[in-house]
DNA sequence: ATCGGCTCGCGCAA
DNA sequence: TGCGCGAAGCCGAT
């Protein structure tokens, strides 16, 4: 495994302990984990088992039950494939850095993987100043390691796009899997901790248990890797071509997978690269998987501010001030907004099409946040609405993805277009561009028979239903 | 149907 | 210092 994905994270040695605690957080699976690689390997040296722990935190930002059985269904396949492995994983719900601290008394060290997240950052250097033990951070979300791509915040996809295609070569390989030498499912620790398949998801008292269960998406890295291979063999091939068109819903899937770590990108791009697929849909997806992504990485990693319209660059935030007064066509509430009660078919489509499979077609996510954006009286109020719905109803929000997907239609990452009224030189969409290139009618019929085939009823729906019968 | 211009700033070439 | 060019677009001219 290459260095640059370890950081030791305090300056503390290994001690005596009954275990190597892996502190499992953004990469829940068994397979292509560095994290889990790297520890598995440190246990064998000191020949010691392998623990590891998932804290199930309660008060995450913004998680709610959508998440949850995502989460916890992850878990569950996790723990499974793990024991195949003679690994145990137990799970306690908790605040993760107290937990952390708890069982690193009984450790000879601690490893977790990596996240660019706020919490994810202060969670971990929190842990690491407060463990006795060696801490260790291995980065297993990105192919090639963010710090290594760039020590700096990248302007643009073009700035970013030669330095990673430079180390490729280094970071794209596979990872082997270590056998274990002992095993810790014997292992007796003192508490309550339990299985993934032992637990209710009514424990959790506090969340927002309004945003029902995904009927469309089940978690588990088995079922991640079912949809990368299916999409492989079926959808792949014309990807380049077929995947900005809403009406088809030609896309991978994987992204909530990814969010939730139940797949590797660098897994997800040796699969791909070693299918017969056309070079030019190889191309495509793997530049939105590897470049794109790790883009927003990126982004979260050296802007502090990504989940607020201070991140924006200097000439967005400039030409959009500018337009502070311009008159708006429409204003809608967040309750309109939240309800799909707008006066526009395909927005109103694309929202409920989050809110019903917890995801919102790629192409459509842009007009989505360009709207929200002309429909509100100011952007920054645009911006957190975009953020509060996003982060709400997908799976793969709260995501670095989802922080740059949002800030890319305020202008992040992007360039300059014609000025006009509202978005100043913010490249703007309309429905007119939507209905000249895509059959958007089919679009709005497909979420329309979404809705109504998982029992979600809303007076936008009916308007919907009769806009598609027309 | 296709094409150029719009508009800004990064980063490479010179 | 100059210049090419960039995630997904729009619009008007041809």
């Keep these: 495994m290459q260095n640059e994905r370890i950081k030791k994270l305090n300056s503390n040695n290994p001690l005596e302990g009954d275990y190597i605690l892996y502190w499992m957080q953004a990469s829940v699976r068994s397979e292509y984990n560095h994290a889990l690689e790297f520890a598995i390997n440190l246990a064998n040296e000191l020949k010691k ?3 590891a722990f998932f804290a199930i935190y309660g008060r995450y930002p913004e998680a709610n039950l959508r ?3 995502f989460l916890l269904e992850g878990l569950d396949d996790t723990e499974k494939l793990l024991e195949k492995r003679k690994i145990k994983l137990v799970c306690r719900i908790c605040d993760p850095v107290n937990e952390i601290v708890k069982l690193s008394q009984k450790a000879c060290a601690v490893v977790t993987d990596r996240g660019y997240l706020r919490i994810q950052k ?8 407060k463990v006795k033990c060696a801490f260790y951070q291995v980065e297993s979300e990105a192919v090639v390691p963010v710090n290594e791509a760039s020590g700096k915040e990248e302007f643009a996809a073009r700035t970013l796009r030669p330095k990673i295609h430079k180390k490729l070569d280094k970071y794209l390989i596979t990872l082997p899997q270590g056998k274990v030498g002992a095993s810790s499912l014997g292992l007796k620790i003192s508490g309550e901790y339990f299985a993934p398949a032992d637990f209710n998801i009514s424990q959790l008292n506090n969340i927002d248990k309004t945003v029902f269960k995904s009927p469309r998406f089940t978690g588990g890295e088995t079922r991640a890797l079912e949809t990368v291979k299916d999409f492989i063999e079926t959808r792949l091939h014309n990807y380049d071509s077929m995947r900005n068109d809403p009406a088809l819903n030609h896309l991978s899937h994987i992204s909530p997978y990814l969010h939730f770590g139940q797949i590797s990108p660098v897994h997800i791009a ?5 299918s017969d697929a056309p070079a030019a849909a190889k191309e495509k997806f793997l530049e939105e998987l590897i ?3 790790e883009l927003s990485f990126n982004f979260c990693e050296y802007n502090d501010k990504y989940d607020s319209h201070e991140s924006l660059p200097e000439w967005a935030v400039q030409t959009l001030e500018g337009r502070a007064i311009d008159k708006r066509p429409y204003i809608y509430e967040m309750d309109d907004f939240e309800k799909a009660r707008t006066h526009d078919h395909c927005w109103n489509a694309a929202q409920l099409e989050m809110i019903v499979t917890g995801k919102m077609h790629n192409y459509m996510r842009m007009y989505w946040g360009k709207k929200i954006i002309e429909w509100t009286p100011n952007y920054k109020e645009a911006y957190k609405t975009a953020i509060y719905l996003n982060n709400k109803y997908s799976l793969d929000g709260r995501d670095p993805n989802s922080f740059a997907g949002v800030a890319w239609c305020f202008g992040k990452h992007d360039r300059p277009w014609t000025r006009r009224p509202v978005f100043g030189s913010i490249r703007y969409m309309n429905e007119a561009g939507l209905k000249r290139k895509f059959d958007m ?4 019929q497909r979420v ?4 109504s085939d998982n029992n979600y009823e809303l007076d936008s729906l009916t308007h919907l239903m009769e806009k598609s019968n027309e």
């Design 441 to 444: 009618e089919s679009y709005i």
């Design 67 to 69: 998440h949850f059985h």
């Design 49 to 51: 088992p392998l623990l």
């Design 270 to 274: 040796l699969l791909i690269k070693n």
């Design 122 to 129: 202060e969670w971990r250097k929190s842990a690491a100043e």
């Design 448 to 451: 329309a028979k979404l809705c």
């Design 291 to 293: 470049v794109r992504r």
